[in-house]
């Protein structure tokens, strides 16, 4: 039991790579660069930011699809007026 308890210690103080990355700045300092990131083009967006701080605000990056971003929306019940999809668009 004493091996299977070490095991789990040892386990839960190793840091993931997410949590490594999480270490280096806020989600906040990558949504404050967005601006500068749409300004200066994709090659100013450091991985971190494209591999997981930009997830944070449903903005993901896809190597399938090179130098673009698929933008997920939450839409309240379901249901959407066409001036709200024309502004999306």
Do not use: H, W
Not at 79 to 84: E, I, L, N, W
Request: aromatic share 12%; charged share 35%; glycine share 6%.
């Amino acid at each position: 039991m004493k091996a299977l308890e070490d095991a789990y210690l040892a386990r839960s103080k190793k840091i993931n790579k997410i949590e490594k990355v999480k270490e280096l700045k806020k989600p906040q300092d990558a949504y404050d660069r967005l601006e500068e990131y749409a300004q200066n083009g994709f090659d100013s967006i450091p991985q971190e930011d494209k591999t997981y701080f930009l997830k944070c605000f449903g903005i993901y990056y896809r190597p399938a699809t090179p130098e673009k971003f698929m933008l997920k929306l939450r839409i309240p019940g379901g249901f959407m007026r066409s001036d709200q999809a024309k502004v999306i668009g």
